[in-house]
């Protein structure tokens, strides 16, 4: 049976990725690394509330991203702290996995 | 409100209340869009107002950079057709500047009244104009995203390195 959230979410998500994919070709490069993290922030909002992750660590991941994202638009530097610290996050977690 | 006012201190909103948009504060915006300026008064624009959630909510999923939802969204587009006919291969550019003047009035009209916007290019034309359902010489050229602001974003600088008087690089006349 389709649960109809369910698809209509990742429906949205593929949506987002796609129409991004295609946007970037003639979009500023910082648009890139933009695109990628703000979609790792809608995975992790699409994963948050089901059952059989940790979505503890997946809410801190993404209100930290959700914190300094648009700082892309004015503070470069904070913007890449933003995703050095992400993927700190991230690498800790791989060890405690 | 005193236009300078206006000018100086609107700004790009991305994030907004849940209060949604009053339909007469809309149809006021529409009205100061077809009132702009527009090359030999051709008119080759169309502005469609989506206020149903779910249109919305698609408009969003094919713009990425239409980052939250809004109560509200004009997309102004460009008729291709109409400039072609009044304005021949020329048409395509001046239609895109009249829609990025009517846009301008949108967001100060907008700001008048109250209300914040954000204008959005990114987005997929094509999904946009199929959501809409608008023919083929349709091209949705810009998104204006309408709501009440949650944010006060502060004041972004601007160059004033960029102006000159009498020519390029100069610095005027001294008296």
């Given at each position: 049976m389709?649960?109809?959230e369910?698809?209509?979410?990742?429906?949205?998500?593929?949506?987002?990725?796609?129409?991004?994919?295609?946007?970037?070709?003639?979009?500023?490069?910082?648009?890139?690394?933009?695109?990628?993290i703000e979609g790792?922030?809608?995975?992790c909002?699409?994963f948050?509330k089901?059952?059989?992750?940790?979505s503890?660590?997946?809410?801190?991941?993404?209100?930290?991203?959700?914190?300094?994202?648009?700082?892309v638009m004015f503070?470069?530097?904070?913007?890449?702290?933003m995703?050095?610290?992400t993927?700190?996050m991230?690498?800790?977690?791989?060890k405690?996995? | 409100?005193?236009?300078?006012?206006a000018i100086m201190?609107?700004?790009s909103?991305?994030?907004?209340?849940?209060?949604?948009?009053e339909?007469?504060?809309l149809?006021e915006l529409?009205?100061a869009?077809?009132?702009?300026?527009t090359?030999?008064?051709?008119?080759?624009w169309v502005?469609?107002c989506?206020?149903d959630?779910k249109?919305?909510?698609?408009?969003?999923?094919?713009?990425?950079?239409?980052l939250?939802?809004?109560?509200a969204?004009?997309?102004i587009c460009?008729?291709?057709?109409k400039?072609?006919?009044?304005?021949?291969?020329g048409?395509?550019v001046f239609?895109?500047?009249?829609?990025?003047?009517a846009a301008q009035?949108?967001?100060?009209r907008?700001?008048?009244?109250g209300?914040?916007s954000?204008?959005?290019?990114?987005?997929n034309?094509?999904?946009?104009?199929e959501?809409?359902?608008?023919?083929e010489?349709?091209?949705?050229?810009?998104?204006?995203i309408l709501?009440?602001s949650?944010?006060?974003?502060k004041?972004?600088p601007?160059?004033?390195?960029?102006?000159?008087?009498?020519a390029?690089?100069?610095?005027?006349?001294?008296?």
């Open positions: 389709i649960d109809v369910l698809y209509r979410d990742l429906i949205d998500l593929i949506s987002y990725m796609t129409t991004s994919a295609r946007g970037l070709i003639e979009e500023p490069q910082l648009y890139g690394p933009f695109r990628l790792v922030s809608r995975i909002g699409f948050e089901r059952e059989g992750v940790d503890e660590f997946l809410s801190q991941l993404r209100e930290r991203i959700d914190q300094s994202k648009f700082s503070d470069v530097e904070a913007f890449t702290t995703l050095d610290e993927v700190l991230i690498a800790r977690q791989l405690e996995t | 409100m005193e236009l300078k006012k201190e609107r700004r909103i991305r994030q907004f209340t849940d209060k949604p948009v339909k007469e504060k149809q529409l009205e869009a077809i009132w702009s300026p090359a030999g008064n051709i008119q080759p502005f469609i989506v206020t959630p249109m919305v909510h698609n408009i969003r999923v094919v713009s990425p950079g239409m939250w939802s809004t109560s969204v004009i997309c460009s008729d291709q057709q400039a072609l006919k009044a304005a021949g291969k048409g395509a239609s895109l500047f009249d829609c990025a003047m009035n949108i967001l100060l907008a700001f008048d009244l209300l914040a954000c204008v959005i290019r990114s987005f034309q094509a999904a946009v104009r959501l809409l359902d608008a023919p010489y349709i091209q949705p050229e810009l998104l204006i709501g009440y949650d944010q006060s974003p004041p972004p601007r160059n004033t390195d960029v102006l000159f008087w009498e390029f690089g100069g610095v005027g006349v001294s008296k």
